[in-house]
């Protein structure tokens, strides 16, 4: 490309940049009580008792749930914050990220 032809680099340019973003995702166990994973859904990932029953039964019915989606940094932040709390706890509640297609 020449110093005068920038066409197609100006061309494949966005005008705002979006960072991509990372789902969480909780992962089913058989020894996690249910009330528990439900009580960190809502101080990690701020929902409601409604939604968070919901999203832990999904879990427990297909293996895995989407929980939410954020900048890569806050999923792996809030990924980590309820494992931890899992592990603090005794119990093996996994969630792990991955980015969004
Ligand atoms: N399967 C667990 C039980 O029956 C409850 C549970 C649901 C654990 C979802 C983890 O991600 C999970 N006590």
Not at 47 to 69: F, K, L
Request: proline fraction near 4%.
């Amino acid at each position: 490309m020449s110093d005068s032809d920038t066409r197609l680099r100006t061309k494949a340019r966005r005008k705002t940049q979006r960072p991509k973003l990372h789902k969480v995702i909780l992962v089913n166990d058989d020894f996690t009580p249910r009330e528990f994973v439900v009580a960190v859904l809502k101080a990690v990932f701020r929902v409601n008792e409604d939604q968070s029953y919901r999203i832990m039964m999904t879990a427990h019915r297909r293996g895995v749930c989407v929980v939410a989606v954020y900048t890569k940094d806050v999923a792996e932040t809030k990924a980590s914050e309820g494992t931890e709390a899992g592990k603090a706890a005794g119990y093996p509640l996994m969630f792990t990220t991955e980015p969004e297609e």
